[in-house]
């Protein structure tokens, strides 16, 4: 018998069409619907981009104000949200937290609900799904933090925009528009990657014709794990392991010879470097530059001048973000909802993608356990 030729992890598999987003990884290159993201982080705001990844286009003026109030209509915390997200331990991880109350969301949205036949929903009733979800995030996120931090939450702000709303309502300050600025960019770069291990998730539960919030509930689970969205958060670990610059070349030696994996380093399918990371390196930047803590950018480089050195694997976004979100003042811990909030966008135009051409996505295995026996009687 000739062995299948196994593709482990999918590695160099296509499995399907996407005219959401290309990743190039030949010439660096990240497209959302056609537009360089490094060209769309500079110059617009994230819901627009959000309005590009649903609808295939840049909004008009009249359109990115519906969106907007749209948006800032289901800004609030629903009070049913909140009670399911207090009775989450304050010990489990925000993620545990996000996916809980997606799945409250979820279940208290009655047109989701419900006969199995018609989970999945008409493209027009996803996008407003998806423009729900998307507008309740930053509230989850942010009353995440502060309980956390033993602090009340805060109501969203009419007056703000997406980014600096997001801000208003973690912090309780009005943010510095170069803060705002940052963040804003960050979440654009976060939006979309293709048929990334959460989007493929979400796309696999869709196939079943399951609804969209638990597309986006099992697309959580699978970016916790720190070789994906985990990531922005265990940098910061690796940043207060290493302390300062000076012990950077100790410190990865140490790391090396234990053969630890070095967080925020390396990509599935950028070999020579991630697109988003010059974009995002420059917001991170500007943040040193605003807060003056140039020794965080001191440690950023010394650890990337001598890991590239040393292994030839280079930063990904979660590397200059994860430094830029802790400087903003966000705990490590929310790193990775942070990462949610952005993604959701990208998470659900492939569940709308995927539903206008489904097939369901169930590959096949090489069975290699013992061979066929019976129970003794
Ligand atoms: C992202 C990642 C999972 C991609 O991995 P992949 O394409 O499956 O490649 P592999 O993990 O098989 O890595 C290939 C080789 O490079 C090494 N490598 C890759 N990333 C590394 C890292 N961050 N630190 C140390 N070694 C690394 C592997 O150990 C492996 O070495 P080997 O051939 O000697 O065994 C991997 O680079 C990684 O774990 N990075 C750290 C987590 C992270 O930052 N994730 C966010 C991704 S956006």
Redesign the pocket.
């Known amino acids: 018998m000739t062995e299948p030729d196994i593709k482990k992890?999918l590695a160099g598999v296509v499995v399907d069409t996407t005219a959401i987003s290309k990743v190039n990884p030949e010439t660096n290159s990240l497209l959302y619907r056609g537009y360089p993201v490094q060209e769309l982080a500079a110059t617009q705001p994230f819901e627009a981009v959000a309005y590009l990844l649903w609808n295939g286009e840049l909004p008009d003026a009249a359109q990115l104000a519906d969106l907007r109030a749209t948006e800032r209509a289901h800004r609030a915390l629903a009070a049913e949200v909140k009670a399911v997200i207090d009775l989450i331990p304050l010990s489990a991880h925000p993620m545990d937290e996000v996916r809980t109350a997606v799945s409250a969301i979820g279940a208290s949205d009655p047109g989701a609900g419900g006969s199995v036949l018609n989970a999945g929903g008409s493209p027009a009733e996803n996008l407003e799904r998806s423009i729900r979800l998307f507008a309740a995030l930053p509230a989850i996120v942010a009353y995440g933090q502060r309980r956390r931090r033993g602090e009340d939450i805060i109501a969203p702000r009419d007056d703000l925009d997406y980014s600096a709303n997001f801000l208003w309502m973690t912090f309780g300050e009005e943010p510095d528009p170069v803060v705002v600025d940052a963040f804003n960019r960050s979440m654009i770069l976060y939006a979309e990657h293709s048929f990334n291990a959460s989007t493929f998730t979400a796309r696999v539960i869709t196939s079943t014709l399951s609804d969209l919030y638990s597309a986006v509930v099992g697309a959580i689970g699978a970016l916790k794990g720190?070789?994906?969205g985990g990531?922005n958060e265990a940098v910061l670990h690796i940043f207060d392991e290493i302390g300062s610059a000076d012990n950077v070349v100790p410190w990865l030696d140490a790391a090396l010879a234990e053969k630890r994996?070095?967080?925020?380093?390396?990509?599935?399918v950028y070999k020579k470097g991630d697109s988003r990371v010059p974009t995002m390196k420059a917001a991170l930047d500007t943040l040193v530059e605003h807060y003056g803590r140039e020794d965080v950018a001191e440690l950023y480089d010394a650890l990337e001048s001598e890991f590239v050195a040393r292994?030839g694997?280079y930063p990904?976004?979660?590397y200059p973000s994860g430094p830029a979100y802790n400087l903003i003042g966000f705990d490590t811990l929310t790193f990775t909802p942070l990462f949610v909030a952005a993604r959701v966008t990208g998470w659900t135009a492939h569940v709308i993608e995927q539903a206008g051409a489904n097939a369901l996505i169930r590959p096949l295995s090489h069975y290699d356990g013992v061979d066929e026996r019976h129970v003794e009687r």
Do not use: Y
């Open positions: 992890g720190p070789l994906h990531a994996k070095i967080m925020g380093f390396g990509h599935r292994k694997i990904n976004l979660d």
